[in-house]
């Protein structure tokens, strides 16, 4: 079983709405962080969370410590927003990241 | 500031060809880091250097090896390229280790024939 888990694996919407994208993890971490990969491959790091919730612009970022889980929200969802969305840990004494298999997102006109 | 550059951006290889991926940072970044992508699988570590000098095995270090002689530069070499090495790869670099903050390259995509 993976260390870190994503859901949904693949999610097509409508422009305008929530987006939620789910990251569960079973070890312990130090940080986690969400990362955005463009279409054309370019890879660009949204967060890095240790605790609570952090905001930028349409982009919100939540942990549970306790539950092992992080969920990432897009407000009012645009087709821009289209990209492969990644959640990765720091395990708690590694020097690395662990790796999600990430969520493809599509919002649709 | 270019960030990360990575050299090439595409290449194919002969199996049991060598070759050396290049990697720069001019960020004065401590932390850098390679990392291969996969389809269905996700990123996974290479290896990675938390300093001139030093370097160590990530997840995935089998056929690769890296060094690190400046702060700048990290370069992969792959000795003897196999199919199962085809892939893109990442560099990535962080002001420290562990990596709180990771600034990507633009990847490159390796084929190996």
């Known amino acids: 079983k993976n260390e870190v888990e994503q859901s949904p694996q693949n999610l097509t919407a409508q422009e305008g709405e929530f987006i939620t994208i789910n990251c569960s993890y079973s070890?312990?971490?130090?940080?986690l962080h969400w990362l955005q990969q463009h279409p054309g491959g370019g890879i660009v790091s949204l967060f890095m969370?240790?605790?609570g919730k952090k905001k930028h612009g349409r982009l919100i970022a939540t942990i549970n410590i306790q539950e092992k889980h992080s969920s990432l929200h897009i407000t009012a969802s645009h087709p821009r927003d289209s990209a492969v969305y990644i959640c990765?840990?720091?395990?708690?004494?590694?020097?690395?990241?662990?790796f999600g298999k990430g969520t493809h997102l599509i919002i649709q006109p | 500031n270019a960030g990360v550059t990575q050299t090439p951006k595409f290449q194919v290889l002969k199996t049991g060809q060598s070759m050396t991926l290049q990697c720069a940072q001019d960020m004065n970044h401590e932390y850098m880091s390679w990392y291969r992508q996969d389809p269905g699988m996700g990123l996974r570590l290479i290896h990675y250097?938390?300093?001139?000098?030093?370097?160590d095995q990530g997840e995935v270090p089998n056929g690769y090896n890296v060094s690190r002689s400046t702060t700048e530069d990290f370069p992969l070499r792959l000795l003897s390229a196999a199919p199962s090495q085809t892939s893109v790869y990442f560099c990535?670099?962080?002001?420290?280790?562990?990596?709180?903050?990771?600034?990507f390259g633009p990847g490159t995509r390796l084929t190996v024939t």
């Open positions: 990765a840990v720091i395990k708690r004494g590694a020097d690395g990241l662990t």
């Open positions: 990535a670099s962080s002001k420290t280790g562990p990596p709180y903050e990771q600034y």
């Open positions: 969370l240790s605790s």
């Open positions: 070890v312990g971490i130090s940080a």
């Open positions: 250097s938390v300093g001139a000098g030093i370097t």
